[in-house]
């Protein structure tokens, strides 16, 4: 029970050092910690949802305290982000057959990881406010609905859509997604005990140890997010999501784990290249002489 305690926390702090630095993957990895674990989906998605409000609550307040959240686009997520969880809480425990689009989703969001990659580094960056939010609301539903039916679909769909579109700063984007997140994520366990009040067991000391984990490792990921420079904080969510939609669409293919390991090699000396890589910033107007600057600046002599 105590190596279990252990390993559970080890991998809650890990997960939430990504989840709340990069704005996902604490679903992702809680998830496949669990699954590996030979635990039912439903019992796994809801343990994780647990252990995400306790975590997601203290990263908020820690990003909050950073500055990190802008509170109009976390509302604008976190609301449809609630109905969504609850939603798919409820399909989870109701239906089957809900991974049929998963390689279409997939696909796309490797896409947009690509594009948000290839935007940082050609020198892209936030611009001085958020966009008009028409796609936070839809954004935010979707989100919730796949963090409750997958376990860790919230930060893979919203990171990027919100990259892609708003014009806040990225260490926004994580603060504003991450507290958006705990909506999504207690409405995903109220719909979980509403669906299955009898049947549901959520595994508690996992949960615990899981959620301790994350807890210790919140405000160091809330404060990293703020230290990483925007160019290589931006590239390297991208690459994350790259790497974690690459992850759910080779195995629909069932390829053998060499060529696996051979994506996840490629994809790793991407994002290397592009962390060592020079960052591309705007050109600097040229510096003016200083004799030509005094003698642009001093009265004209006329002759009489």
């Not at 997960?15 to 630095?21: I, K, T």
């Not at 896409?111 to 050609?122: D, E, H, N």
């Not at 140890?209 to 420079?229: C, D, K, N, S």
């Not at 960052?279 to 002599?301: D, I, L, N, T």
């Given at each position: 029970m105590l190596t279990t305690a252990i390993i559970s926390g080890a991998a809650g702090f890990a997960a939430q050092l990504v989840d709340g630095s990069l704005g996902m993957g604490f679903g992702t990895i809680t998830m496949t910690f669990?699954?590996?674990?030979?635990?039912?989906?439903?019992v796994a998605s809801a343990s994780v949802n647990v252990a995400t409000v306790a975590t997601g609550t203290v990263s908020a307040i820690a990003h909050h305290r950073f500055r990190n959240v802008h509170w109009p686009t976390a509302f604008k997520l976190g609301v449809p982000g609630?109905?969504?969880?609850?939603?798919g809480a409820w399909a989870l425990a109701s239906l089957t057959q809900l991974d049929a689009a998963t390689p279409v989703t997939s696909s796309l969001l490797i896409l947009l990881g690509a594009a948000i990659v290839w935007r940082f580094v050609k020198g892209g960056s936030a611009g001085v406010g958020p966009s008009s939010g028409l796609l936070a609301v839809p954004t935010g539903l979707v989100g919730g609905f796949l963090a409750a039916v997958g376990g860790g679909g919230w930060g893979p769909v919203t990171m990027p859509i919100m990259l892609s579109t708003?014009?806040?700063a990225p260490h926004q984007i994580v603060g504003s997604v991450s507290t958006a997140q705990v909506a999504a994520s207690g409405a995903a366990v109220l719909g979980f005990w509403w669906a299955l009040p009898s049947s549901l067991t959520v595994l508690w000391p996992l949960v615990v140890g899981m959620a301790v984990g994350g807890v210790i490792a919140a405000p160091i990921a809330a404060w990293l997010t703020r230290r990483i420079p925007a160019a290589k904080l931006g590239s390297t969510i991208g690459m994350l999501v790259v790497a974690l939609n690459a992850r759910t669409l080779l195995g629909g293919f069932g390829l053998a784990w060499q060529a696996t390991a051979a994506v996840y090699l490629a994809l790793a000396l991407v994002w290397v290249a592009v962390l060592v890589g020079p960052s591309r910033k705007a050109a600097k107007p040229a510096a003016v002489p200083r004799q030509r600057r005094e003698s642009a600046s001093a009265p004209a002599r006329v002759e009489v």
């Amino acid at each position: 029970m105590l190596t279990t305690a252990i390993i559970s926390g080890a991998a809650g702090f890990a997960a939430q050092l990504v989840d709340g630095s990069l704005g996902m993957g604490f679903g992702t990895i809680t998830m496949t910690f669990l699954l590996g674990l030979g635990i039912a989906p439903a019992v796994a998605s809801a343990s994780v949802n647990v252990a995400t409000v306790a975590t997601g609550t203290v990263s908020a307040i820690a990003h909050h305290r950073f500055r990190n959240v802008h509170w109009p686009t976390a509302f604008k997520l976190g609301v449809p982000g609630a109905l969504g969880g609850f939603a798919g809480a409820w399909a989870l425990a109701s239906l089957t057959q809900l991974d049929a689009a998963t390689p279409v989703t997939s696909s796309l969001l490797i896409l947009l990881g690509a594009a948000i990659v290839w935007r940082f580094v050609k020198g892209g960056s936030a611009g001085v406010g958020p966009s008009s939010g028409l796609l936070a609301v839809p954004t935010g539903l979707v989100g919730g609905f796949l963090a409750a039916v997958g376990g860790g679909g919230w930060g893979p769909v919203t990171m990027p859509i919100m990259l892609s579109t708003s014009r806040l700063a990225p260490h926004q984007i994580v603060g504003s997604v991450s507290t958006a997140q705990v909506a999504a994520s207690g409405a995903a366990v109220l719909g979980f005990w509403w669906a299955l009040p009898s049947s549901l067991t959520v595994l508690w000391p996992l949960v615990v140890g899981m959620a301790v984990g994350g807890v210790i490792a919140a405000p160091i990921a809330a404060w990293l997010t703020r230290r990483i420079p925007a160019a290589k904080l931006g590239s390297t969510i991208g690459m994350l999501v790259v790497a974690l939609n690459a992850r759910t669409l080779l195995g629909g293919f069932g390829l053998a784990w060499q060529a696996t390991a051979a994506v996840y090699l490629a994809l790793a000396l991407v994002w290397v290249a592009v962390l060592v890589g020079p960052s591309r910033k705007a050109a600097k107007p040229a510096a003016v002489p200083r004799q030509r600057r005094e003698s642009a600046s001093a009265p004209a002599r006329v002759e009489v």
